[in-house]
């Protein structure tokens, strides 16, 4: 990834930089941004709301706590996103976390009679795969000897084959490929429950087993691939300014509460010019989308629908979540780190007054938490999601929180619920995602959704935006890009 970016750097500089109106601030629209800015063109960057980020978005409630669309985890398998850290010069915003995976036994209890968690422990000493596979060999409270092994030998094709076979996989969700493999069905409920929510907020039977397998496979081969970071503090001014304040100071723009309503077209289908809400047009020499595919297939023109590129793009659909937020007024935990709650309705969460220096508190628990799968509950009420919620906390904080009302107390909660977040990876949607290059010569995609080896992650995003960034440069190298008549993006 750092070749990559350097690449961006040693490209010969247009004799006319590109204006390039790119839509969204999120992290793929600000990493194409980025890297286009590196490479002497001039991003404007055009996003419809009033705060950075996009599905890392955040913003501050009227105490100034800040509430979060989604709790964030950075891996050591990041390499994008790690690249993008050291480029900034922000690396030390990267909390890093001991290389652990902790997962909540709810119900159960230590002799003292707090929640009982099971670790899997990564030793700092041995590289990949054997740090992975001591750490599942000495853990022996989720699955028994036999039952590793047996998941083990169900392994082995991914193993042999590599890369080929993780991706014929797509084809399968994780509870058939279980099934095909032998595994045993504790394993899935065991482990794999909590995994495919973390992963993609829906169950083992709906997704797909090609992304577990993406996974395991980064998790085994790299010696830090799972080690887990928390940025330290919100993502829109921690970690998107600073994406936004680099290319703004290579030339580019940035235009804040910037909807774009229509994309219109020249006679030959290629953009004309972008049609913004406030009845604005902006035209720009090339445009990059990366607006999340549900809001992409809203927008796209009729001459474009029959195109076979445009029509796969029906096969993707955005998956509910909704991400939690309740400020207790005492700690609960002590453990600084993520946790994968294995509760019904939860997902993972974190206290993140420990996990996170920007919201510190030496006093109170926040809790974050990502309530999924979250299909029955997105209709519901704040109110019935927090009742439901703490339900659920009970069994996970026995000894702290009681239902009459001794324990610690709940002061204030902030549910944010996203009906439509990443790309739903039920079994087969791999062959419907679209490449960054499309059929019309002066559009390029990118998001999360967009075909990449990152599945739709935050590193996914940047990456996406990073190849984006790659096939429009090296689209103006070729030429191949019709440039407009005036050496500016207008907007009239
Ligand atoms: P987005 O972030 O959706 O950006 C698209 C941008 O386009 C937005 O800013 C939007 O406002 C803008 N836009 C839309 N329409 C228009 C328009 N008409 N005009 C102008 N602008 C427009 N990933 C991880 O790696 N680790 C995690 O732990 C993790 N946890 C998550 C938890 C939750 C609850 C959620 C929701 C996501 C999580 N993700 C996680 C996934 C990650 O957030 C996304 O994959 C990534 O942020 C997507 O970035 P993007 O740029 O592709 O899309």
Known sequence: SAAFSQAFLDMPRPERPLKVAVIGAGLAGLSCAKYLSDAGHKPVVLEARDVLGGKVAAW????????????????GAYPNVNQM?????????????????????????TADGFQRFSRFEFPALLPAPLNGLVAILLNNEMLTFPEKIQFGIGLLPAILFGQKYVEECDSLTVSQ?????????RVNDEVFIAMAKALNFIDPENLSMTVVLTALN????????????????????RLCQPMADHMLARGGELRMEQRISEILLNDDKTVKGLKMQDGSTVVADAYVSTMPVDILKLALPEAWRPMPYFEKLNGLNGVPVINIHMWFDRKLTTVDHLLFSRSPLLSVYADMSLTCKGYRDDDKSMLELVFAPAKDWIGKSDEDIIEATMGELYRLFPNELSKDGSGAKLLKSAVVKTP???????????????????????????????????????????????????????????????????????AA
């Open 60 to 75: 501050q409630d009227k105490d100034g706590d800040w509430v979060e669309t989604g709790l964030h985890i950075f891996f």
């Open 85 to 109: 850290f050291t480029e900034l010069g922000i690396r030390d915003r990267l909390q890093w976390k001991s290389h652990s995976m902790i997962f909540a036994m709810p119900g159960q209890q």
């Open 177 to 185: 490929w279980m099934k095909k493999q032998g595994v045993p069905d």
């Open 218 to 237: 980064r998790f085994l081969q790299e010696t830090h691939g799972s080690k887990m970071a928390f940025l330290d503090g919100p993502p829109p001014t």
């Open 420 to 490: 439509l977040s990443v790309y739903e990876a039920t079994a087969g949607r791999e062959l419907y995602r679209p490449v960054q290059t499309t059929p019309v010569s002066n559009f390029f995609l990118a998001g999360c959704f967009t075909k990449q080896k990152y599945l739709a992650s935050m590193e996914g995003a940047t990456f996406s935006g990073k190849l984006a960034a790659r096939a429009l440069c090296d689209a103006a190298i070729a030429g191949t890009v019709p440039l407009q008549k005036e050496s500016s993006a207008v």
